[in-house]
């Protein structure tokens, strides 16, 4: 049965315009958190509320197929009216993270989303361009916005995956920008998917941002909204949480928050975290049914969890982003 059309304005959301001009003038930058279930998204909008910060939530293609596509609607409909109870009205944005076709991408704004990412970057150049445009003109017509994507980020998350990454030719994005009429773009300066981000030898320390390439990037499009994807840290203490309880994340090693400062402080007014979310989230619960071996009541533990992930969301917001009192 086909779906029902819906704006996303008639569910409370909003697109990213907005966010991201007062981001770039603010030097901060709008966190993107990923959710899959019910207690993610809670977490992520109690934490938001709190810290009184806008915010984009999204999902992967897996991620909506996993939540339902329908039930994700009245899902996004909830948290705004969650919010607005809690006394609130922080900006929200509902975002199809990775889109990887442009059904994918129509069928995300016919449903609600406010902002689409199309992801061509494994593509030619021209090809991405041309996938690129095709997805905003369809956009244009719901005033949704769009994020695209130049450089290939290495590593797996989700449906998302490279063996080798490909960093942004700076040369490439005025063009990009200009012949696609993209919202943001994506662009690859060392940060990677997953929580393998790095392959460390005993004794190195993770490599550092290539922020010569970002620099250049944003000389060459000035004003233009830059977006950092796999850009979670990997919290050690939530890896050695897991490990502790019988987890096995050896090696598992990501972004070093300080550098994620800095970039939010640049020309990047979006950040992606995912990986962060799913650690907290995981540490908490393997802790609980470790501790409490008898424990079958899943609110027992997924509320844990869901606590934790409300103090994850909250120490980002306010100590990394910038993004806390910006709502």
């Given at each position: 049965?086909?779906?029902?059309?819906?704006?996303?304005?008639?569910?409370?959301?909003?697109?990213?315009?907005?966010?991201?001009?007062?981001?770039?003038?603010?030097?901060?930058?709008?966190?993107?958190?990923?959710?899959?279930?019910?207690?993610?998204?809670?977490?992520?909008?109690?934490?938001?509320?709190?810290?009184?910060?806008?915010?984009?939530?999204?999902?992967?293609?897996?991620?909506?197929?996993?939540?339902?596509?329908?039930?994700?609607?009245?899902?996004?409909?909830?948290?705004?009216?969650?919010?607005?109870?809690?006394?609130?009205?922080?900006?929200?944005?509902?975002?199809?993270?990775?889109?990887?076709?442009?059904?994918?991408?129509?069928?995300?704004?016919?449903s609600g989303f406010s902002s689409v990412m199309i992801?061509?970057?494994?593509?030619?150049?021209?090809?991405?361009?041309?996938?690129?445009?095709?997805?905003?003109?369809?956009?244009?017509?719901?005033?949704?916005?769009?994020?695209?994507?130049?450089?290939?980020?290495?590593?797996?998350?989700?449906?998302?995956?490279?063996?080798?990454?490909?960093?942004?030719?700076?040369?490439?994005?005025?063009?990009?920008?200009?012949?696609?009429?993209?919202?943001?773009?994506?662009?690859?300066?060392?940060?990677?998917?997953?929580?393998?981000?790095?392959?460390?030898?005993?004794?190195?320390?993770?490599?550092?941002?290539?922020?010569?390439?970002?620099?250049?990037?944003?000389?060459?499009?000035?004003?233009?909204?830059?977006?950092?994807?796999?850009?979670?840290?990997?919290?050690?203490?939530?890896?050695?949480?897991?490990?502790?309880?019988?987890?096995?994340?050896?090696?598992?090693?990501?972004?070093?928050?300080?550098?994620?400062?800095?970039?939010?402080?640049?020309?990047?007014?979006?950040?992606?975290?995912?990986?962060?979310?799913?650690?907290?989230?995981?540490?908490?619960?393997?802790?609980?049914?470790?501790?409490?071996?008898?424990?079958?009541?899943?609110?027992?533990?997924?509320?844990?969890?869901?606590?934790?992930?409300?103090?994850?969301?909250?120490?980002?917001?306010?100590?990394?982003?910038?993004?806390?009192?910006?709502?």
């Amino acid at each position: 049965m086909e779906r029902e059309k819906v704006h996303y304005a008639e569910l409370g959301l909003v697109n990213t315009k907005d966010m991201f001009q007062r981001a770039m003038v603010g030097k901060y930058a709008i966190p993107a958190y990923n959710f899959n279930n019910l207690e993610q998204l809670q977490a992520i909008i109690t934490a938001c509320v709190e810290t009184g910060s806008p915010v984009i939530v999204q999902v992967s293609k897996g991620a909506r197929s996993y939540a339902n596509a329908t039930m994700l609607r009245y899902m996004a409909m909830g948290a705004v009216k969650m919010a607005r109870e809690m006394g609130s009205n922080i900006p929200i944005c509902l975002h199809l993270d990775h889109g990887d076709s442009y059904e994918l991408c129509q069928s995300c704004i016919d449903s609600g989303f406010s902002s689409v990412m199309i992801d061509g970057s494994h593509l030619p150049y021209d090809d991405n361009v041309a996938l690129t445009q095709k997805v905003v003109a369809y956009a244009r017509q719901y005033d949704v916005s769009v994020e695209a994507e130049l450089g290939v980020l290495a590593g797996i998350e989700d449906e998302v995956s490279s063996e080798h990454s490909s960093y942004t030719k700076p040369e490439e994005v005025e063009d990009f920008v200009s012949q696609t009429g993209v919202d943001s773009l994506a662009i690859s300066i060392g940060t990677s998917h997953g929580a393998y981000k790095f392959k460390l030898k005993p004794g190195e320390s993770v490599p550092p941002l290539r922020f010569d390439i970002l620099d250049e990037c944003a000389k060459r499009i000035p004003g233009f909204p830059i977006v950092l994807h796999g850009a979670s840290s990997v919290l050690q203490e939530y890896v050695a949480m897991i490990n502790n309880y019988g987890g096995k994340l050896d090696g598992a090693v990501g972004v070093p928050e300080d550098q994620l400062r800095l970039a939010a402080a640049s020309a990047v007014c979006k950040i992606n975290i995912d990986s962060d979310g799913r650690l907290a989230f995981t540490a908490k619960i393997r802790e609980c049914m470790a501790l409490d071996p008898k424990e079958f009541d899943p609110r027992k533990y997924l509320g844990e969890a869901r606590k934790e992930l409300v103090r994850l969301v909250k120490h980002k917001n306010e100590t990394v982003l910038g993004s806390a009192g910006k709502a």
